[in-house]
């Protein structure tokens, strides 16, 4: 989902059939995955040959005479915020030419799209209204083992270690992949300890997730979106506001017990002591202290969970990374270190 398009930005309208269509509303952001039929115009899409190819050979026939849809999946998110503008696009969409028609049901009640997170019960109503559709609910977490489980056996190089800047994919074996914890970083964070095919449970979670750094963020820094304040924890040095070991110990480490002096004493620790005024802290220090904060406290609940219930793999999956090196090398700092 690395690169899923912001739809609300895109001028051109699909010109070819929808035939599915899914949902995940969450508390930040709606994605929505569709499947595309192919048609001239679809297939000129690519600028991507090797994309072209991949999804080409994934759409032919495979040896036996089983017919496969051949099309295309895309891929588009939302701020939930903005949902209005999801169902403009939704709207767009021509609805009704696609698979969606359930030939049993009343009229009125004869579209629907599968829909999942809290969003799919919150606004039911509301697609109801606007578009004259059902949501088909499915329960956030099944899908969210299921599409795990399902990405880890079948796509080769869908799960990698990150840390120093070194990106190294895992080898699944299929037989071998259970239990491990799935850490879903969204607006909140939800750990789940999958043991099997349909086989979970939610064993924690913490409140100090993706929509804690957007939206703290925004108060402290008055960035306008996300993606700047991303941007932002670039070029900050984090030292300006956090307290480090080094700050209490006048330099040294506390060795004895595994501190070093870098270590962050106390996050934001340095903003209390200091006889700065507000305005005199940057705001890419202040993101770039709390992306840090954030995705450390992430990373320990994450590694305690995986020592209490005996777990040797921990998988980090959700918007709030979306392959930020930094976010990934401070998530696996914080693992390693505790
Ligand atoms: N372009 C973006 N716009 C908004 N948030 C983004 C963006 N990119 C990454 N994020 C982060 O991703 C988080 C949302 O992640 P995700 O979509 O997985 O969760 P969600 O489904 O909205 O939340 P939940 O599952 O808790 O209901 C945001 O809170 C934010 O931290
Ligand atoms: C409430 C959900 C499950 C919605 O996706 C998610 O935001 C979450 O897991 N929040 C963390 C709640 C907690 O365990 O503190």
């Given at each position: 989902m690395d690169h899923l398009a912001d739809a609300s930005n895109?001028?051109?309208?699909?010109q070819t059939q929808i035939s599915h269509l899914a949902l995940d509303i969450g508390g930040s952001l709606i994605k929505l995955v569709y499947f595309c039929r192919y048609s001239d115009s679809c297939r000129d899409d690519y600028d991507d040959d090797e994309l072209r190819s991949q999804n080409d050979s994934l759409c032919s026939?495979?040896?036996?005479?089983r017919p496969v849809l051949e099309g295309r999946l895309h891929f588009a998110k939302f701020e939930t915020s903005k949902i209005n503008d999801c169902l403009e696009f939704l709207r767009s969409m021509?609805?009704?030419?696609?698979?969606?028609?359930?030939?049993?049901?009343p009229l009125s009640d004869k579209i629907f799209i599968k829909a999942t997170g809290g969003g799919a019960y919150k606004f039911a109503d509301l697609f109801k209204e606007k578009l004259g559709v059902s949501l088909d609910k499915e329960d956030e977490m099944e899908c969210l083992v299921t599409g795990s489980n399902f990405l880890l056996k079948?796509?080769?190089?869908e799960a990698f270690t990150y840390l120093d800047s070194q990106k190294e994919f895992v080898q699944i074996d299929p037989n071998d992949l259970y239990p491990y914890l799935l850490v879903n970083i969204g607006s909140g964070v939800s750990m789940i300890k999958v043991d099997g095919d349909g086989k979970f449970e939610r064993v924690s979670g913490t409140s100090l997730g993706g929509g804690t750094f957007w939206g703290l963020g925004r108060l402290l820094?008055?960035?306008?979106?996300f993606d700047e304040l991303l941007e932002l924890s670039h070029q900050g040095n984090n030292r300006v506001v956090d307290m480090l070991v080094g700050d209490i110990y006048g330099g040294t480490d506390y060795a004895k017990f595994g501190l070093?002096?870098?270590?962050?004493?106390?996050?934001?620790?340095k903003a209390i002591s200091d006889n700065k005024e507000l305005d005199d802290y940057q705001p890419e220090d202040v993101s770039r202290s709390l992306l840090r904060m954030i995705s450390n406290n992430i990373g320990q609940i994450s590694y305690l969970n995986a020592l209490r219930f005996g777990l040797k793999r921990i998988f980090f999956a959700g918007f709030f990374i979306r392959g930020h090196a930094y976010t990934m090398d401070t998530i696996s700092v914080a693992v390693n270190f505790w």
């Open positions: 895109q001028n051109s309208q699909p026939k495979r040896g036996n005479s021509k609805l009704r030419i696609g698979g969606f028609h359930e030939s049993t049901a079948a796509v080769h190089q820094t008055k960035c306008k979106n070093s002096s870098t270590t962050i004493a106390s996050s934001f620790g």
